[in-house]
């Protein structure tokens, strides 16, 4: 396989994760904007949902004050804003278009559908009543896409390769949510057990969609350590940390086999894992929540650095 | 779909008529769209140079076929098979003794000050002395037993994938079709190109040779082209910044690191192969690829200069070539051709252009010609003109009377003109599809088939017998 053929099938595989998480959301954030808060603008919720989504920097630069179609249009098809929802599937199917022959039809046909389907909606189509129903529509396209290749692909490097980047992307898309949410709910625990706090507890878990099982794995309400513990270290949870890291380790391992070796970014995982494996939430909040997460981001991205190189992704 | 003499429907097509006139209008139109859509999803686009976005169109599909008989088919296939083999031994002279120049034969600066002339090949000695490997011929049809050659396309020809495609696309529209006509099989075309490649690798390998097919990438308008058959020989689709010479060899980068290459496919123009030879600003080839070429240490499919063949202004010498070569005389005819370079030549165009189609000697695509039937007078003014100042840019040909096939428009079913590209592969032997692509002119009257000029395709049809 030719580096730069892992290179886009890398990123095609987290332009595609990261479509889905905007999306995510950007549901979330709409659910919370509607509710009615105290103290502060009800737009203030966007702020949160443009930080998890690592956009507010490019948000402000266009944008003075924060308003909902604003933000919606700046993360759905903004063409200056890199992770807008728009700007994925372009990346994703210019990428997918390169590697045309690695992809199976099924892959080709549900990326190419989806590009073709999002650059028919326009900005203006999207009112209140019909985001839900794009918001739905961008994550069942992720879902399509991801399902074709689970079930037509080789499991060979095409594979390794695509795994590595849904992770990592994943991986970092949850770290990100955990560290801006969790600050912003935290100095009101005096306000746990109301309502809104609730919503706002839920949202975490919803915007991983984590709300239904999170009662069903731990048979309790929304609990602060446990809700980051779930994110971070329970591995039945398939957008956790640690959920990602497995699926990394087992991709790199194939790769590790079918091409004969193992290199630096074998072990900066296998390190990584380590820590998502033996780690506990006590500890985690002894040391710092914020600290862990930023490590945890620090390492995904070296991660990622040092399969880029150990592949000659850049020849 | 019939013959002129007004006798009917001919043999070849009584069965699909038979079908076709049980057909609804409205359904056909239907699996028309159907079909678009088909061709849209699985992305068979080609692109529009300069823009990125709204860069990919599709060539209109006629869900029509075009059909040939069996003994029509034989017929062609040997006349492509004589004019292959001997297109390829004209390469070899000219590029080594060059016995046809001096046998007189063909004027010395017709080859040597020509463009597609690549001094840097002579002496060259590509494996079993092939320079042309594909070789796409355009063919028109004038009446029930006149085939004329338009074109040898001996570069780097291209539509190979639609005739795959559109057989794909009718098979799985009109299965019932299939099963009523016994239509010869298309499918083996990327085995065979795999094996023509494999069979031309450098001699002294002491392994199975590995290939690549050489893009200049997606926004290529051949692109998808070029990625469907390297997905279908199963070899790696590399553009020129994958691929490096080092230690002497070609190599390609992988993700284990650098893995070298014996034959590249190479489907980008001579100019841009190598920017220490050709072209200095190439940056879709790559540097000292010449060099391993000459040395024999990989094999480029097609190989450079093999344009030589297929210049319009050698063109009209080739029957003379394939008597020079075959000792025969040509199974399949040239259309007449004036060469404006010759002084009688150019003063019988002058005094005929409203019945001659003119054409610029290095023009495709179907750009920079004059139809003189359809043309206004203003045009054939212009012409006039450009004919006086550069006569050696162009040629001329008389205006055939184009076969037609029944083809789906607005109104209904209606006769448009047609040609046939035949895709030969030349190797350890000649390859020949049965099938090929079929371009059709979809505006009424008109004799422009180009993609490029609002021309669309149809499946070609061979039956066995």
């Known amino acids: 396989m030719l580096g730069r053929t892992a290179n886009d099938l890398y990123w095609l595989a987290r332009y595609v994760e990261r479509a889905e998480n905007i999306a995510r959301l950007i549901e979330v954030g709409y659910r919370i904007a509607l509710l009615p808060r105290e103290g502060e603008g009800y737009n203030e919720e966007w702020r949160y949902t443009l930080a998890s989504a690592g956009c507010a920097d490019g948000y402000f630069a266009k944008h003075d004050n924060l308003n909902t179609r604003d933000v919606i249009n700046y993360l759905l098809f903004d063409c200056s804003n890199r992770s807008s929802v728009q700007s994925c599937l372009k990346a994703a199917r210019r990428s997918g278009r390169a590697q045309r022959i690695a992809l199976t039809r099924d892959m080709w046909e549900a990326l190419n559908d989806a590009w073709i389907e999002f650059s028919n909606i326009k900005p203006t189509d999207v009112t209140a009543n019909e985001l839900p129903k794009i918001l739905d529509w961008i994550r069942s396209r992720s879902a399509l896409y991801r399902g074709a290749m689970l079930n037509t692909i080789l499991r060979d490097s095409t594979y390794f390769f695509s795994q590595i980047g849904t992770f990592l992307e994943r991986a970092d898309n949850t770290a990100r949510i955990l560290d801006v949410k969790y600050y912003v709910l935290l100095p009101e625990v005096e306000m746990v057990g109301s309502g809104v706090d609730n919503v706002q507890w839920g949202a975490i878990l919803r915007s991983v969609s984590a709300h239904r099982s999170y009662r069903w794995v731990y048979k309790q309400n929304y609990r602060p350590w446990r809700i980051a513990e779930y994110l971070i270290f329970h591995k039945a949870m398939p957008r956790s940390l640690g959920a990602c890291y497995d699926h990394i380790m087992t991709s790199l391992d194939g790769l590790g086999q079918s091409c004969g070796a193992r290199y630096t970014c074998h072990e900066t995982a296998l390190e990584t894992a380590h820590l998502l494996s033996e780690g506990d939430i006590d500890a985690v909040f002894r040391s710092g929540l914020h600290e862990f997460l930023q490590d945890f981001i620090t390492r995904n991205n070296r991660f990622g650095c040092e399969v880029a190189e150990a592949y000659h992704f850049n020849g | ?465």
């Not at chain 2, 169109?57 to 006349?79: C, H, K, N, Y």
């Not at chain 2, 074109?151 to 009523?180: C, I, Q, W």
């Open chain 2, 1 to 465: 779909m019939n013959g002129n003499g007004g006798q009917g429907v001919r043999s070849p097509y009584s069965a699909f008529a038979e079908w076709l006139g049980t057909q609804k209008l409205e359904a056909l139109k239907r699996k028309s769209v159907e079909a678009e859509t088909l061709f849209r999803r699985t992305g068979i686009t080609f692109s529009v140079y300069g823009s990125e976005d709204a860069g990919e169109r599709l060539i209109p599909f006629d869900i029509i076929p075009r059909i040939l008989s069996a003994s029509e088919w034989r017929r062609l296939t040997v006349g492509i098979e004589q004019r292959v083999r001997a297109l390829n031994a004209f390469m070899y002279d000219i590029y080594h003794r060059q016995e046809i120049i001096k046998a007189g034969r063909i004027p010395e600066e017709l080859v040597i000050s020509n463009s597609a002339f690549i001094p840097e090949m002579v002496g060259a000695k590509p494996p079993l002395g092939i320079y042309s490997h594909v070789i796409g011929i355009d063919i028109v049809r004038t009446s029930e037993k006149d085939f004329f050659v338009l074109e040898d396309n001996t570069r780097t020809p291209s539509g190979v994938s639609y005739m795959l495609e559109n057989r794909e696309t009718m098979m799985h529209m009109f299965p019932d079709l299939f099963a009523k006509i016994r239509v010869a099989s298309v499918e083996n075309y990327p085995e065979n190109l795999l094996k023509t490649l494999e069979s031309v690798a450098p001699r002294d390998l002491d392994r199975e040779p590995t290939i690549a097919l050489l893009t200049p990438g997606p926004f290529n308008s051949a692109y998808y082209e070029h990625s469907f058959l390297a997905d279908q020989m199963g070899v790696e689709l590399v553009e020129g910044q994958d691929l490096v010479v080092l230690d002497g060899v070609l190599q390609m980068k992988t993700i284990l690191g650098p893995t070298q290459v014996d034959v590249l496919y190479r489907r980008i123009d001579d100019e841009f192969l190598d920017p220490l030879v050709f072209r200095p600003d190439s940056v879709l080839g790559v540097s000292g690829l010449f060099d391993l070429y000459r040395g024999g240490r990989v094999t480029i499919v097609n190989a450079p200069g093999a344009g030589i063949a297929d210049d319009k202004a050698i063109y009209s010498y080739i029957p003379e070539i394939i008597q020079f070569y075959t000792g025969r005389a040509p199974i399949l005819q040239n259309v007449p051709t004036y060469n404006c370079r010759k002084a009688e030549d150019l003063a019988y165009v002058l005094e005929h252009l409203p019945e001659l189609v003119i054409k610029e000697v290095h023009g495709s695509g179907g750009y920079g010609m004059l139809i003189g039937p359809t043309a206004s007078k203003d045009e054939i003014d212009t012409f006039r003109m450009k004919l006086q100042a550069h006569p050696d840019n162009y040629i001329a040909q008389p205006t055939l009377a184009l076969s037609t096939c029944p083809t789906l428009v607005e109104a209904g079913v209606a006769p448009r003109h047609l040609d046939l590209r035949p895709f030969a592969l030349f190797g350890d032997q000649v390859r020949i599809t049965p099938g090929g692509l079929t371009r059709v002119a979809l505006k009424q009257g008109s004799l422009v088939v180009n993609s490029s000029q609002g021309g669309g395709t149809k499946d070609t049809w061979v039956l066995q017998d």
